[in-house]
């Protein structure tokens, strides 16, 4: 079973780690809000969520990848950038995955007590910033998207390009009176220099039409974005 977040007993203290190329380690905590001990595993991929972590070539270690969690207690883990495996890119910054993977003590089974018992995986994005980036944070990137309002084969679509070399993670968007969108296409997660589109309702007239953007920042937190009013005027996609 796989989650974006902790469930259960276990949890980790942050929801994403932002690893700039300046720095050689970062750190994150794990909890146990439980009344028994835990197994956890812990590895990193980029984007291969099935494969085994042994199969699995980055430029990461974590340390310890594998640990006891006593009940009622917290783990400090290390993250450490070795540089080695496939070259990153320069200008613009890369995904990966960091993999949390509690596994439950052992519990007797019998014909009249039957258990059921799953291995909870959690995992979260850590974000490499190679140095060429300078100091831009995503609060910068989110101003750098570009809102186009479109008209593809009749239907009415907002494309959002992302300018910016940074991933941006949209979690909703509202535009005019009333309109909310929120079942975003990637989970809202834009990669540096693309776009994502989402069916809106057409608009008939051309006026301005004011928006405000939710988006999660680098420390986890949802903030707002309010981007200059979008003209409604359709451009016509062939």
């Known amino acids: 079973m796989t989650t974006e977040q ?19 380690d970062e750190s994150i905590s794990i909890i146990n809000e439980g009344s028994k001990p835990a197994l956890m595993q812990l590895w990193i991929d980029k984007e291969e969520p099935e494969e085994k972590p042994e199969h699995i070539y980055v ?39 960091l993999n949390v993977l509690e596994v439950p003590p052992k519990m007797p089974v019998s014909e009249d007590n039957p258990v059921l018992q799953m291995a909870i995986r959690t995992r979260i994005k850590i974000f490499y910033r190679p140095n060429t980036l300078g ?13 186009s309002y479109v008209k593809d084969c009749n239907k009415s679509r907002l494309q959002i390009e992302n300018r910016s070399p940074l991933y941006v993670t949209l979690t909703q968007i509202k535009y005019g009176e009333a309109h909310w969108e929120n079942n975003l296409p990637h989970d809202g997660m834009i990669a540096p220099f693309s776009h994502i589109s989402l069916p809106v309702i057409q608009f008939t007239d051309s006026r301005k039409l004011s928006m405000t953007v939710s988006y999660i920042d680098d420390y986890g937190v949802i903030s707002e974005y309010h981007p200059a009013e979008l003209n409604k005027t359709a451009a016509i996609i062939q």
Not at 76 to 82: A, D
């Open 59 to 97: 430029p990461f270690v974590v340390l310890p990848p594998v640990a006891r969690l006593e009940p009622k207690s917290s783990l400090g883990i290390r993250v450490l950038f070795t540089g080695k495996g496939p070259p990153l890119t320069a200008d613009s910054e890369s995904l990966f995955w």
């Open 135 to 147: 100091d831009i944070t995503s609060s910068d990137a989110v101003k750098k998207l570009h809102f």
């Open 6 to 24: 902790g469930i259960g007993e276990t949890y980790l203290n942050r929801t994403r780690l932002i690893f700039s190329q300046k720095a050689n």
